[in-house]
């Protein structure tokens, strides 16, 4: 199926609201804690899914969040801070009382306890740590140990390894005999005698086979192991593109020493991708809804100053056609369409480049043919509608020279909004700067610098 076909394709209708908490809910929940209710609360939470309820903690003000805290407090679940938002996660901890905080804490598994810890102070963090029994605490310790942004934080000590000589039989019996498992996982690992993997077999296979069948001979095709200290993003971009469900992970001499699964690897690309988008936007990737007003404002406000630094330039050179808008006022009247045009189809550009580059589908092999299509659909776009304006402009003022300008202007600067839209990432990318955050100041600047100098000066040549 081509993206024509998927663009074109009739999507069934959705409700936006299937996922969402009702209204109803929420207010019986919110009237709960207003009159105190701590049974009723209970049974308004208990059907209610982790994530559920750390949206409706999100979305709620602060003096409604600590009642509702105070009041629930004892039925707290660990899931529910994993599905927290940083934003208050750190907030919500510290309404807990410290024997409900253990309790929700030793419920999860060591990759959560890790991600809880990351973002917090250190008087929090070690409050968590004291809450965990010493095995689960010195593998946390460990994990904290590793670089931020690494398979050591990503993944979770808990991993089923079995010998690679194990029978389907053998492990059966082990897994049904032993308690220490977790609570959920897909593969297991099968290891050498010196602890390095060789391999993964699926439950669903030894489920299905015989008990005198080798665990060696029914592994995955697709076995990929990720170095301990591999940066998450790549690790992200390895499940996604070679499909894996879970991986272990190797310390420095390839002995196993946890595993990451497909949930955590989604969740990472999911915050790749966020961050990208808020960079694109020039908003701080920390930005939330739950931001204060300072906060939000101090967040978006470095951008704003590189953008107001770039649209002073643009006005560098209005300002050297000043005479030409004077003796032709409509100059001043078309300069905003031109500029519009071309800051578009440069986001367009831009856009498809840093996700290109998010992905590593625009590499140097393909760089050269990629821009010769950006460029050539920036030509057949300015083509068309500077058609289409000078069949406007002809109309509206009467000047047929004036026309022709405004059409051969809105190609130059579609061209030219093309031409930087691809490769200014490509050269941020390649200076190892995020084309996603400082893309889009650079390219707007070459939009409307050229789309300015080029319908400006056309003007002065052609009309004065």
Request: charged letters at 20%.
């Amino acid at each position: 199926m081509t993206d024509d076909d998927i663009q074109t394709e009739e999507r069934p209708e959705t409700d936006e609201s299937s996922y969402l908490l009702e209204k109803k809910t929420v207010a019986a929940i919110l009237y709960a804690v207003d009159i105190g209710d701590a049974a009723q609360l209970t049974a308004l939470m208990e059907p209610l899914h982790a994530a559920d309820i750390a949206d409706l903690l999100e979305q709620i003000n602060t003096y409604d969040r600590r009642r509702l805290i105070a009041l629930y407090g004892h039925e707290f679940d660990g899931d529910i801070l994993s599905e927290l938002d940083e934003s208050i996660r750190e907030e919500v901890i510290g309404l807990l009382t410290p024997a409900v905080l253990a309790d929700a804490v030793r419920e999860l598994d060591s990759d959560d306890v890790v991600d809880l810890l990351e973002d917090l102070d250190e008087p929090q963090q070690e409050a968590i740590l004291g809450a965990l029994e010493e095995p689960d605490r010195v593998a946390v310790a460990q994990a904290l140990s590793y670089p931020d942004y690494s398979a050591g934080r990503l993944m979770q000590r808990e991993v089923v390894a079995a010998p690679e000589h194990w029978t389907v039989g053998d492990a059966i019996d082990y897994l049904r005999s032993h308690d220490g498992l977790p609570d959920q996982f897909y593969h297991v690992v099968l290891v050498d005698p010196r602890m390095h993997p060789v391999g993964n077999v699926t439950l669903g296979k030894i489920m299905r086979s015989r008990r005198d069948v080798k665990l060696g001979d029914i592994t995955e095709e697709i076995f990929k192991v990720i170095p301990v200290d591999q940066y998450e993003g790549d690790v992200a971009y390895a499940f996604n593109q070679y499909h894996l469900i879970s991986a272990p992970v190797v310390d420095e001499n390839g002995r196993l020493v946890g595993q990451i699964t497909i949930d955590d690897a989604m969740a990472v690309l999911d915050e790749e991708h966020e961050e990208d988008i808020l960079r694109l936007a020039g908003v701080s990737d920390e930005s939330s809804l739950s931001d204060t007003i300072i906060e939000a404002a101090k967040g978006r406000a470095t951008w704003l100053f590189v953008n107001l630094l770039t649209a002073i330039l643009a006005s560098f050179v209005i300002e050297n056609f000043a005479d030409a808008i004077d003796q032709l006022v409509a100059l001043a009247v078309l300069m905003p369409i031109v500029a519009s045009m071309g800051g578009n189809a440069g986001t367009q550009t831009m856009t498809v480049a840093v996700r290109s580059l998010a992905t590593r589908d625009l590499t140097a092999q393909n760089a050269l043919r990629v821009v010769w299509r950006e460029v050539a659909v920036g030509a057949i776009n300015g083509a068309l509608f500077g058609l289409i304006m000078a069949g406007v402009t002809a109309v509206w003022f009467g000047v047929p020279m004036l026309a022709a300008v405004i059409g051969l202007a809105m190609l130059f600067t579609q061209v030219a909004a093309a031409l930087g839209g691809i490769v200014i990432p490509m050269a941020l990318d390649r200076a190892k700067i995020d084309p996603a955050l400082a893309s889009g100041p650079f390219v707007t600047t070459v939009t409307d610098v050229v789309g300015f100098f080029a319908f400006l000066g056309l003007a002065t040549v052609v009309l004065l």
